[in-house]
């Protein structure tokens, strides 16, 4: 793919980094033929934000203001992001034609955005996946192509996923953020929906937990099917007492009236596919063989 007319802005919502971290990964995205707008500056750390609410939020002004660019891309996640909401034009940003990327706690900026019709992508952030000493080929590859072409195909197996052959929006994120905006102004209402969902550091009954808030919401019997990505750093504990990750997701599908799925290579992992949040999707599951045909966003041609 041919990068160099294609601009990314780097911008920091949530959590701060190290000041090598950034270099390193505006070096790995210049390496990759990008033209990078950085606009997190590490000096005006605040607390454990990196920078003010303000100077946040012109952040993402600044980004989408600059014509150059093309893609806004979040730093990386943390906590934070909740707190620029009532201070976003998200009717302006929906509008900007540009394509926001990351994943976390960018999950609440994504929702706000979807609920003015705005689609994003849920995938690599700078410090997650273009830091490390080798990036992640596979990572690399699928973001350049949800990015670059106006349709994708993911294809994946998971031996007791059901058979399901379903249509609808592909929408979701960090189930935490979801979650957390259950009953708020910032929550989109998608019906007919496929729901995706991913965390880090969420024991199975926390999962299980998170999930049941959305069902009593109202929000899982308004979808299609709900599929699970990775859920990763947990640690199960004598009192868990056989109640691990598959007997809470057994116990799952005996209570909601959807399909679950699991195995979406997307979450907290090196190995991640850049997912269109508000495109169309089509998921198709036959035998253990899962398939999720994505279309319906926009791109940067």
Known sequence: MDTKKIGIAIIAPGGYVPDSSLEKGIDSLKSMGYRVFNYYDPEKRYQRFSATDE?????????????????????????????????LDFDGLAKSGKLFVGHSDFTVFQMALLKKGGISFAGPMVNSDFVGKELGRFTIDHFEACMTSPEVFLEWFSRNNPDVNVEGVLWGGNLTMLAHLAGTPWMPDISGGILFVEDVHEQPY????????????????????????????????????????????????????????????????????????????????????????????????
């Open 55 to 87: 100077e946040r939020v012109q952040q993402i002004v600044q980004a989408v203001s600059n014509p150059r660019v093309q893609i806004v891309m979040a730093l990386r996640g943390g906590y934070g992001t909740t707190r620029l909401l009532p201070y």
């Open 206 to 301: 926390r999962v299980e937990r998170m999930l049941l808030q959305l069902d009593e919401a109202g929000i899982l019997g308004k979808q299609k099917a709900l599929v699970l990505g990775h859920f990763t750093e947990f640690k199960e504990t004598d009192y868990d007492n056989g109640y691990d990750f598959e007997a809470m997701l057994v116990w799952l599908r005996s209570r909601l009236t959807i399909p679950v799925l699991t195995g979406l290579p997307f979450g907290h992992v090196r190995d991640k596919v850049t997912l269109p949040v508000g495109g169309r999707a089509r998921l198709v599951s036959r035998e253990g063989k899962t398939q999720l045909y994505l279309s319906g966003y926009p791109t940067v041609w």
